[in-house]
């Protein structure tokens, strides 16, 4: 018999609103996340508002769609506000997935993913991060050792080592994915990344660059599978460092061809901003290197917009104006190069990017020995050791520095010492889209 005052068919109404408001719910969601996969930024900058809608009620409520469809949200919503630049209340995003992520741990569901979202968010704001760190880290412990949701993490974590210059560790990060694997899964998918992210951390180290070559290339062989849009990136990655291998051998067309290889990978994927500036710079490289300095001054414009539309992207910001330095040193204007690399310099310890200061002083040694100032190296030289104390040296050491000389100066001093080519005799050729067939003198065909 029914209470006084109990009215079953209203009750079993407010539980269909609340199951048909979960649902609507979910599918908007899915629907904006599917959107924001699909479309470029522009496309989608009149929307931003209606995305930092949902986010703020999906902070205040997480309750209101699955933990699957939620970290799959705000990862995409932090890569769109990182692709327009615009000021979303990033504190207030991350607390909103930590309480997602409280509230789904009560419920005894899955937070790997939410943890992943919340790690990819803060990176938004700060490359170094003990909270980003923790994200991570929680999701690896949280899954099951050789799941694909524990590989993803483990990749996560590599890619987090090496932005933070921890090479070694990340090379015995991705090796922990051969031994825990099923090795079925393992090759099929996540040996790619493992070749990738190997390779990034020994050719990014100087250390082992004829080694960074062979499974960068065994990577590449995954491009018969980069149907997931997973592989594609790992594959887009892969092309992109051996095209900066190359330039090392002094193979420049090589090197802009591997770019645009790459780049037609990468643009398989959803947008990054950040990925298509540095693309732009490192094939701005080459081309200075080989003297055919108009083409490259175009990919360098075309790098400083990419990276000022960008939000917090420091790295690139700072290593576009390094690259402009490196073009007016090639044009002979010392003086100019110097104050480029000064302001990249004061850039980069504003927002303790230690990584970046050691770049920066790296380029000002070069800048002196290209003028032969001794007292310039001299006074750069003390300012690289200082680092050792507080700074990027704090964490990869002297030694490691030393090894890397050799490789490094002769290749700043090239892409800063070449002649300009004549003109209509390009030294190289640039197949671009900013570059078509016609007007410039690019290749037509693609590298196979």
């Given at each position: 018999m ?5 009215d079953?068919?209203q009750?079993?109404?407010r539980?269909?609103?609340r ?8 599918a ?8 924001v996969?699909?479309?470029r ?17 999906l ?6 769609v ?16 990182a ?5 979303a209340?990033?504190?207030q ?6 309480r997602?992520i409280?509230?789904?741990?009560e ?7 939410l ?14 991060s003990a909270?980003r760190l ?16 524990w ?9 987090y080592q090496?932005?933070v ?6 090379i015995?990060t ?13 090759e ?10 190997e390779?990034?951390?020994?050719f ?5 660059i ?5 499974v ?37 067309q090589?090197a ?10 990468q643009?398989?994927c ?11 710079l ?7 290197a080989?003297?055919t ?9 075309e790098a ?8 917090n ?8 104006e390094l690259?402009?330095?490196?073009l007016?040193?090639?044009d ?15 850039m ?10 050691l770049?920066?002083l790296g ?6 020995i290209?003028?032969r100032?001794p007292?310039k ?9 200082g680092?050792a104390f ?9 030694l ?7 490789v490094v100066?002769p ?7 070449r ?5 209509g ?10 570059h ?12 196979t």
């Open positions: 029914s209470a006084p005052g109990f079953a068919a009750w079993r109404a539980i269909d609103a199951a048909n408001s979960r649902e609507r719910w979910t908007n969601i899915q629907g904006l996340t599917r959107k996969r699909q479309r930024a522009s496309q989608l900058q009149r929307d931003f508002t209606d995305y930092v809608f949902n986010v703020n009620e902070a205040a409520r997480p309750a209101l699955d933990a699957d469809t939620l970290a799959a949200y705000f990862t995409e919503f932090g890569r769109l506000a692709n327009l630049g615009e000021p209340n990033d504190r995003v991350a607390d909103g997935l930590e997602a409280a509230v789904q741990r419920n005894g569901g899955d937070i790997a993913g943890c992943l979202a919340k790690a990819a968010f803060l990176a938004l704001r700060e490359t170094d909270e923790d994200a991570i880290l929680t999701a690896i412990d949280v899954s099951p050792t050789g799941s694909d949701a590989a993803t993490a483990i990749v996560a974590l590599a890619a090496i932005e210059s921890r090479y070694d560790d990340a015995s991705v090796a922990r994915l051969r031994t825990a694997m099923p090795a079925e899964r393992y099929r998918t996540f040996r790619c990344a493992s070749l990738v992210y390779g990034m951390a020994r990014t180290s100087f250390r082992d004829d080694r960074a070559r062979e960068l290339t065994e990577a590449c062989a995954y491009r018969e599978h980069a149907d997931d849009l997973a592989i594609a990136r790992w594959v887009a990655t892969a092309y992109h460092y051996l095209a900066r291998i190359a330039e090392v051998d002094r193979q420049f090589t802009i061809d591997l770019y645009l290889l790459g780049k037609q990978f643009d398989r959803p947008e990054e901003v950040e990925a298509d500036a540095f693309i732009q490192r094939i701005a490289e080459p081309l200075i080989a003297g300095r108009k083409l490259a001054r175009d990919h360098l414009d400083r917009r990419l990276a000022l539309t960008g939000s992207i420091i790295s690139a910001r700072l290593q576009v690259g402009f330095a490196m007016r040193a090639a002979g204007d010392m003086r100019e190069a110097e104050l480029l690399a000064v302001e990249a310099l004061r980069a310890r504003r927002v303790a990017f230690w990584r970046g200061e770049l920066c380029y000002l040694l070069v800048l002196g290209r003028r100032r007292d190296i001299l006074a750069v030289g003390f300012r690289i050791l680092t507080f700074g990027e040296l704090r964490r990869n050491g002297l490691k520095l030393l090894t890397r000389i050799p100066v290749i700043a001093v090239r892409r800063m010492s002649r300009p080519t004549a003109e005799e390009p030294a190289v050729r640039c197949g671009c889209p900013l078509d067939r016609g007007s410039t003198g690019a290749a037509s065909g693609r590298p």
